[in-house]
């Protein structure tokens, strides 16, 4: 026969990993973002929306 998990049992299990999920998760972003060699990718992403040819007409 199948043993069927409890109601209970599920929202522990949804609750407890589910935080170290996400908390495992927002750490490997917030390395990424903060990573030294990523600065200039970062730095030439922010610049990209200001090209010469983007600006007003003179």
């Keep these: 026969m199948m043993t069927i998990v409890a109601h209970d049992t599920l929202v ?3 609750k407890t990993f589910g935080l ?6 927002s750490v490997v972003v917030l390395c990424y973002a903060f990573w030294p060699s990523k600065q200039k990718e970062f730095d030439d992403a922010s610049a990209s929306i200001l090209k010469k040819e983007d600006r007003p007409w003179q």
Excluded at 20 to 25: A, N, Q, S
């Design 12 to 14: 522990w299990f949804a």
């Design 20 to 25: 170290i999920y996400l908390v495992v998760l």
